[in-house]
């Protein structure tokens, strides 16, 4: 993506990357499902749901418009396999989040921030009629088509229009670019110690201090100090303001550049995964694991769920609220044995906890260690609610069953999808 070729999301697309924003909320304060919203996201969010429910904890989080451009959303990075085309979009906002428990209040934090949401569609001329999704009512696994006819669980009839596109997947970032008003808040700081240095530096070199009394008795100290310092200040608190920028900019970059892993390893690992779908990009990668990390910590028993196969979790996860994405996922180091790629990364999250009565937040890095098989493609819109059973043919979800419903036979993640194989702290 160009700098100068930014695009603004508009039609469908918006109406439901809107409509998903408007629903977070409310997804994860009462468990309400969001309809054009992916199962994955949904499964994660009734997760999240019963923690804060077993809990007694009642979160409201307020995601809310900064300014009058916030109703705008943006096109990142695009991915595409041969049946779906997923877009990264983007969109400023501020996100204020109330926790109470048993009725008292017990925390408050407010962010400006910045909304990810992946939007999957159809690629258009193509009809992958017989692909499995999931009843936008019911949640059985049903096909495209056959949900056109009509749901044969529930009888409701869908358009293509319900169905796709829908959202597959959504972070948030702290916002850590300025706005206007903070741009210009930070100027005055710096013209103002112009003032004071200009000031002093006259004092020191004419040898004496510049009182009211002195500036009346000598016309030219008046001029000078009255009019010569406040308009010199202008780009001199210019400069040292810029200075400061480009200072605070590098030591971002080396922070976040620490954060990444090693670029050899994440290139290693790219690479070797476009050899098997040149579709793959490390923002899908991203987006994925970001999900099955959500859904183990938030899950009741993440040893019963498909797609993770490690250890038991570490305890102090279990009281984990709320997970948001702290902008990097970096790899460090990467495997690829037999037919089989493991790849470990370190991921960066800001962490709400509830202990008993005390709510607090905290910047925490898990390592995780995903796995996947070499010797087939990846599958874009592939989801554990929506599996095809590689034994007969039929569509399940797996999140309720391990084996297939229809021939009994064990149902691995390993087979289309990534498996998250341990998951730690540091
Ligand atoms: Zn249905
Ligand atoms: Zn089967």
Redo the contacts with the bound molecule.
């Keep these: 993506m160009g700098i100068f070729n930014i695009q603004e999301i508009t039609g469908t697309f918006k109406k439901k990357l809107l409509d998903f924003k408007a629903s977070l909320g409310e997804a994860v304060r009462y468990g309400k499902e969001i309809p054009f919203a992916d199962k994955d996201i949904n499964y994660s969010l009734k997760l999240q749901n019963e923690r804060l429910k077993e809990k007694g904890i009642d979160l409201e989080s307020r995601i809310y418009d900064r300014d009058k451009d916030a109703n705008k959303f943006l096109a990142g990075r695009k991915w595409k396999d041969s049946h779906y085309e997923s877009t990264m979009c983007y969109s400023w906002c501020g996100i204020k989040r109330v926790v109470k428990k048993d009725g008292k209040w017990r925390y408050t934090d407010d962010k400006k921030s910045v909304i990810y949401e992946t939007v999957t569609d159809v690629v258009s001329g193509e009809h992958p009629d017989n692909d499995p999704v999931n009843c936008p009512n019911c949640g059985m696994v049903s096909t495209i088509a056959g949900l056109q006819d009509g749901c044969s669980y529930c009888g409701t009839r869908f358009q293509m229009d319900d169905l796709f596109p829908k959202v597959s997947s959504f972070y948030f970032l702290d916002d850590v670019g300025m706005s206007k008003k903070e741009f210009w808040q930070g100027y005055w700081v710096f013209y103002f110690i112009a003032v004071a240095t200009l000031y002093a530096l006259c004092c020191v070199l004419r040898g004496e201090i510049f009182l009211p009394h002195n500036l009346i008795q000598h016309r030219s100290n008046l001029i000078g100090v009255l009019i010569g310092i406040p308009l010199g200040s202008f780009p001199i608190g210019y400069i040292l303001y810029a200075y400061f920028l480009i200072i605070r900019m590098i030591v971002k970059a080396i922070l976040s550049a620490g954060k990444m892993g090693t670029a050899g390893s994440r290139r290693a690992f790219e690479s070797r995964m476009k050899k098997i779908s040149p579709e793959f990009s490390y923002e899908y990668f991203t987006s994925k694991a970001i999900s099955l990390i959500k859904t183990a910590i938030y899950s009741k028993n993440p040893q019963d769920l498909l797609f993770y196969t490690g250890r038991e979790l570490d305890p102090r996860m279990k009281d984990i609220i709320d997970l948001n994405y702290g902008g990097a996922l970096g790899c460090k180091s990467f495997k690829d044995e037999g037919n089989m790629v493991k790849v470990v990364t370190k991921a960066y999250f800001d962490v709400l906890y509830a202990k008993g009565d005390r709510i607090y937040s905290k910047s925490q890095v898990f390592t995780a260690t995903f796995q996947r098989r070499t010797d087939l493609p990846v599958n874009l819109n592939f989801s554990m609610t929506r599996i095809m059973?590689p034994?007969?043919?039929?569509s399940f979800d797996a999140t309720k069953n391990k084996n297939?419903p229809?021939?009994?036979?064990p149902y691995e993640i390993t087979t289309d999808d990534w498996a998250l194989v341990d998951l730690q702290y540091k």
């Design positions: 059973c034994s007969c043919g039929a297939c229809f021939c009994e036979n």
